[in-house]
């Protein structure tokens, strides 16, 4: 039987690598057994050659005697659904991941907020799983997301509603859990959900009416947002998209010292281990370009400012990242792909980014519109911070 040793760096024969575990396979004979597991990318080179296996989480079939030792890291372990337990409650799913534990101990889990699905929070012991479903478990609570009073209209008429979006908020619910009564969704509300009581009360009516997203913002970036309230206005603003014309500016805090650059390459969903990244393939991804200028350095950072051309998903937290950059607080993107860990010692509280600057036509005008926004105050002061623990080096 092969033998599985903990180790952090990549062997000869391979490595099967998780968010928590980082296990070596010095058997290259050996293959893991992945019908009763749910895995996120597995490359297999036979003939002696590298085997490289990405797995979430992973077993080691009964019949072997191999031993195993595990890490768990402070992030906290994560789980991908088996096919045996779609539709199964998730109470009873993190029963089955966590042995031991009992049914009480797992509702206070829940209650506690330190349950993640998809991203979002839930306290739901009965919702129920799907395939596609990633259930992350925290190590402390999460704190309570964010109300209503802390979404400011900009701008509202017939056609459009431009937003501030706070942290901790979701942009849209995700399309698998729009047919679910609302006793069995997720426990925060979206933006998308939150604003139709927000202008049916800044207008003084009493119907409400459902917005129209026509782009996103990650859970933890706050800013600027634009929502569509007609079929017309969504198909012209998507249009803009499309065509790259709308003006999106951005202000991040990185780890390092950042030049003013233009960083492009082609963009996939799975660049190896789950998560996206760039590609040198031919014909593969989507192109992506970000234009990053230096602000001020803060002692071992550098609040930057960038703009995008192009707008794909996480695009400037892959982009700054595999430039040997990653933003402050970001728990996703903190080292590229095969990079040696380097802890954020920052203390950011959450991702530091924030978009600031929004500009398009209006869909039913044609008037320029813009919109700007300074950073939001918890961003402000993590700035100030960084900025009287080092010494002030403004960029000309």
Not at 100 to 115: H, N
Not at 267 to 285: F, M, Q
């Amino acid at each position: 039987m092969p033998a599985l040793s903990t180790v952090g760096v990549w062997s000869l024969v391979g490595r099967v690598a998780t968010r928590q575990t980082f296990c070596r396979v010095t058997d290259p004979a050996y293959h893991l057994d992945c019908r009763q597991n749910v895995y996120t990318k597995m490359y297999t080179h036979r003939g002696g050659e590298r085997l490289q296996l990405f797995l979430d989480t992973f077993y080691v079939p009964a019949q072997a005697s191999a031993t195993m030792e595990c890490m768990t890291v402070a992030k906290g372990p994560l789980f991908r659904v088996l096919p045996r337990q779609v539709d199964q409650i998730i109470s009873a799913a993190l029963s089955e991941w966590m042995p031991g534990s009992s049914r009480a101990e797992i509702r206070r889990l829940l209650q506690s907020r330190r349950v993640m699905v998809n991203g979002n929070l839930c306290s739901d012991a009965g919702y129920r799983l799907r395939l596609k479903d990633v259930v992350k478990l925290l190590p402390h609570s999460i704190a309570p997301p964010a109300e209503e009073q802390n979404v400011r209209i900009r701008h509202l008429d017939k056609h459009v509603v431009v937003v501030e979006k706070p942290p901790g908020v979701t942009s849209t619910r995700h399309q698998d859990d729009r047919h679910l009564p609302k006793k069995r969704r997720q426990f925060q509300q979206t933006l998308d959900e939150m604003l139709p009581r927000l202008i049916a009360r800044a207008e003084g009516r009493r119907d409400e009416c459902p917005v129209i997203a026509v782009h996103r913002l990650d859970r933890e970036t706050s800013g600027l947002m634009v929502f569509a309230l007609t079929a017309e206005a969504q198909e012209h603003l998507q249009h803009q998209f499309r065509k790259h014309t709308i003006r999106r500016r951005y202000v991040a805090v990185v780890r390092g010292f950042v030049e003013e650059q233009t960083i492009e390459s082609r963009l996939v969903r799975d660049r190896g281990d789950g998560r996206r990244g760039s590609t040198t393939l031919p014909g593969a991804g989507k192109t992506a370009i970000t234009h990053v200028r230096p602000i001020e350095r803060l002692g071992d950072y550098t609040l930057v400012e960038c703009r995008l051309e192009t707008g794909r998903t996480h695009q400037i937290r892959i982009h700054l990242s595999e430039a040997g950059r990653p933003l402050c607080g970001d728990k996703v993107y903190w080292r590229p792909l095969l990079e040696p860990d380097e802890p954020d010692t920052s203390g950011a509280s959450r991702l530091a980014l924030a978009a600031v600057e929004l500009g398009f036509e209006h869909p039913a005008t044609g008037r320029p519109m813009s919109f700007e926004t300074p950073l939001p105050p918890d961003l402000a002061k993590f700035v100030q911070r960084l900025r009287q623990a080092g010494e002030r080096d403004p960029y000309v």
